[in-house]
């Protein structure tokens, strides 16, 4: 007769094809199904992709799902005499397959890594991806935001992790005006906190967007008290736990509702402004019948004034006259092309979000070295025209950037001042100024 372990019965929920632990205890004993019932303790939501060799591995129920959702084989994986299911692909398939899990599926994905430690290997998590926090390019479209929106009463908050894009606003107008907010914004995924009666309403114009909707479990009451939190807390928190730097979501600016025409979920879904009534497709729609944007920030800031055009009569004629401009001098206006053609395929504020996450590389800073020099040709040619500059915050980066690549000949002494140099980088490219700057 097997005797249950109840110390162990936390983990069988984990476990329901098979032995169960707390009735075959000797699998907590063995290292990768420890790591990964403690793992699955630890972030019960997500799916444990477990790097084993070459191969990323899910293990237990989680096989089950992840061969479904991936249309790959599974197998039985023996652990203390039992088989358990067992489902795996090789590691030069991750980015295909997080697409399929994160985009498609809007599940959330650990990422646990091999880390040599001495002459052993140490699994770690290393990486929580959420539909509302991707940071990597190759997962997130390039004409659109990935906004994580935070509601907490009737306060919202919302962030790009990948851009630094971040804003918060209050909403008065109840559910009707909730979910228009949600429309204009449409974010990847919705947090809340778990106490929270929040829901997108089935029949909705936002619930098409196919949003993710988290709760987030027993925030730290020790060091937020229920009664002060807010959608920026609750931001810093999910943060927090998807292990992203705390760097990623700095001081939001208020969006001030009064200086843009706010256009509701019906107006947005029946006019098809930046997609087309069935809420997936771009193609067809105004944003990409009207755009002729060359670059990525280009599309975004594009579709940010279809979707909340200005009120504020000074900025709108600033606009047209820029654009009267443009029109009349057509080999500038050639010429300005022509550059950003030859930068079209750089993203340079989300390039300036990967350092301030501590991501960036040396090919990165050569990438914004490139868009400098675009920049100092594009600035050469407004100044032609009478155009006010508005680059000189960008082109104070060029220096600055040069001595943070350096010579890869320096002695070894200098390699403090270069860190330095880099760190200084960092501090230029906080999106607590660019968000300003590239607005």
Known sequence: MVTADPDLSKFDKFVTVGSPPSRNPSLYTKKIPKFILDSRLRFPDAILLTCVGSFYEAYFDQAIEVAELLNIKQAKYQFSGQAYPFAGFPTS???????????????????????????????????????????????????????????????????????????????????????????????????????????????????????????????????????????????????KRNLLPSRAATQPLCVDAARYLKLDAEAIDSLEIIRTQNGKSTAGS????????????????????????????????????????????????????????????????????????????????????????????????????????????????EELIADAIGDLNKPRSQTASEELSIEEAKDFFSPVVWNVRFK
């Open 93 to 239: 398939s991750l980015q295909k397959h997080l697409k399929t899990l994160v985009n498609e599926h809007n599940r959330v994905v650990a990422i646990a890594e091999q880390i040599p430690i001495d002459e052993d290997l140490e699994r770690r998590i290393v990486r929580i991806i959420t539909p509302g926090t991707i940071t990597d390019e190759t997962l997130i479209e390039d004409e659109s935001h990935n906004y994580l929106l935070s509601i907490h009463k009737n306060q919202l908050a919302w962030l790009d992790v990948s851009t630094g894009s971040y804003f918060h606003t209050t909403c008065k107008g109840g559910k009707n005006e909730l979910m228009d907010e949600i429309c204009r914004i449409s974010p990847k995924e919705i947090i809340t906190s778990a106490d929270s009666s929040f829901h997108i309403p089935p029949d909705s114009k936002a619930a098409k967007l196919s949003i993710l909707v988290t709760k987030i479990r027993n925030p730290d009451n020790s060091i937020i008290p229920p009664e002060d939190l807010t959608a920026e807390k609750l931001i810093g928190i999910y943060i």
């Open 286 to 397: 105004l944003l990409s019948t009207v755009s002729r944007t060359l670059t990525r920030p280009g599309k975004r800031l594009l579709r940010d004034r279809i979707i909340s055009p200005s009120r504020v009569p000074a900025i709108i004629q600033s606009r047209l006259d820029l654009v009267e401009k443009l029109v009349v001098n057509h080999i500038s206006r050639e010429d300005i092309q022509d550059t950003l053609k030859d930068i079209e395929e750089i993203d340079y504020v989300r390039l300036l979000q990967r350092f301030n996450l501590g991501q960036g590389t040396i090919q990165d800073l050569i990438s914004i070295l490139r868009i400098l020099k675009a920049i100092k040709a594009i600035n050469l040619t407004l100044s032609g025209l009478d155009i006010p500059p508005r680059f000189a915050c960008h082109l104070a980066l």
